[in-house]
């Protein structure tokens, strides 16, 4: 079964890059039907798609995020990366990554319900 495991700083300043990884285990990202998606979720609100990147690196953003967002992996390391550039308060939240259950090519991968292995989650806090 596929593992997830997000790390980076929990404490970010405004205008800064997030930046976060997002390491898998039990799986390779490169497995076919795998997409990954990042996620997160505000404080009081639900959950946000960000992006997703495919099984053969194609990647895509959600439209509120895309100028600002940057999502890639490293095949070697199995792990993928979230950037998040010029951030506010307003990014404050958990962040996490998921999988979609790599069965079949995921009908709307830009759907939550889509992925179904997650991360713990990461507290990011955009703060001066």
């Known amino acids: 079964q596929v593992q997830l495991q997000e790390s980076g700083p929990g404490l970010v300043r405004p205008s800064q890059t997030l930046s976060l990884t997002c390491t898998v285990s039990?799986?390779?990202?490169?497995?076919?039907?795998?997409?990954y998606g990042w996620i997160r979720q505000p404080p009081g609100k639900g959950l946000e798609w960000i992006a997703y990147?495919?099984?053969?690196?194609?990647?895509h953003y959600s439209p509120s995020l895309k100028r600002r967002t940057f999502i890639s992996r490293d095949t070697a390391k199995n792990q993928l990366t979230l950037q998040l550039a010029s951030v506010t308060p307003e990014d404050t939240g958990v962040y996490y990554c998921?999988?979609?259950?790599?069965?079949?090519?995921?009908?709307?991968?830009?759907?939550?319900?889509?992925?179904?292995?997650w991360g713990q989650g990461t507290q990011v806090t955009v703060s001066s």
């Open positions: 998921a999988s979609t259950d790599g069965t079949s090519t995921p009908a709307a991968p830009t759907l939550i319900h889509e992925y179904v292995h």
């Open positions: 990147i495919t099984n053969t690196g194609v990647t």
């Open positions: 039990g799986g390779s990202i490169t497995a076919n039907y795998y997409y």
